[in-house]
């Protein structure tokens, strides 16, 4: 049976994750992500796909709410950032590693930002992967810490955020000065999502250096309105809508461990949370768990090959 093929005139904007030592950084490789025509896994055509890129998450200090299933993975390294995304990249051979700097929150241990800001730069000496950076989601304190760390990594072509409708200049300015992307979050509102968007273009940061993070929950917990709001944004991409065009991240370890079944089932939760976003068009997922990650990998390598084994 032949695999059914759909196609648009529009296309999802493409993103460049990563600068190697040609484009001014340091990284093994670039990655690019985005140029979808079609809804996800309605075309099989290999050779024009970007598939879904999947990134590690790390933090600075030991996490103070991860689930004893995962201390089980990463308890050995995770008192350590560098020797914790060298073991992402090493053992388990992530192709992007995602720094939360949840640890400057004051209730989170209040690490300083010249402590997150050297963490960061020293992930990026010892690993030659893509980085993302997500800030505290604080406002007042993304807007003096983010900049830190922009800075740190400049040159590297840094997905970095979350830039918010109420807040961005600051971190935008930073991220235009040291050649990095910018993550747009908006509240689950894909009126808020565009206009974000659109206040980027207006202050002329470039649309390829955008990627959209509509603050998603997890299975069972907000996912099925979520998706509702990313298929929405993704068919009006399509339809040719640039102010929704750019590409999706999703937290979803975040979402994924800190509900309630999330840690009774593990990492399965993990796996269908991130599946079901893949579907609903996102283009990166932050993971924790290796095997969620694993059957992630595998089913999406099977879909686009047009594998139906099951």
Not at 137 to 147: Q, R
Not at 174 to 198: F, M, R, T, V, W
């Amino acid at each position: 049976m032949n695999n059914y093929k759909e196609t648009h005139k529009s296309s999802v904007t493409k993103v460049i994750l990563g600068a190697t030592g040609k484009e001014g950084g340091t990284r093994q490789c670039s990655l690019e992500i985005g140029g979808d025509r079609a809804m996800p896994f309605y075309t099989f055509d290999e050779k024009n796909i970007n598939p879904p890129l999947i990134a590690f998450e790390i933090t600075v200090k030991k996490p103070s709410e991860w689930a004893d299933e995962l201390e089980k993975i990463w308890g050995d390294v995770w008192h350590d950032p560098v020797l914790w995304a060298k073991k992402c990249t090493e053992k388990y051979g992530v192709k992007a590693i995602c720094i939360n700097l949840i640890s400057a929150k004051p209730d989170e241990g209040a690490v300083s930002f010249a402590e997150c800001s050297n963490a960061a730069k020293a992930v990026a000496q010892n690993t030659a992967v893509p980085i993302i950076v997500k800030g505290t989601g604080i406002a007042h304190i993304d807007n003096e810490l983010l900049p830190l760390v922009s800075e740190a990594l400049k040159g590297e072509r840094v997905l970095i955020g979350p830039v918010l409708q109420e807040n961005y200049k600051t971190i935008m300015n930073s991220a235009i000065k040291n050649g990095h992307l910018l993550i747009a979050e908006s509240p689950i509102d894909i009126n808020i999502a565009k206009q974000l968007n659109i206040m980027l273009a207006d202050n002329e940061f470039p649309e390829d250096r955008i990627v959209m993070d509509p603050t998603t929950g997890a299975l069972g917990y907000g996912l099925e309105y979520s998706y509702s709001i990313m298929e929405r944004a993704r068919i009006a991409a399509l339809g040719g809508d640039k102010s929704l065009a750019a590409p999706f991240i999703n937290f979803v370890g975040i979402e994924s461990w800190r509900s309630g079944e999330g840690r009774k089932v593990g990492f399965l939760w993990e796996a269908v949370t991130a599946l079901s976003f893949l579907q609903a068009g996102s283009n990166i997922v932050v993971m924790r768990h290796p095997q969620a990650a694993e059957k992630v990998h595998l089913t999406v390598s099977k879909m686009i090959a047009g594998d139906n084994e099951k």
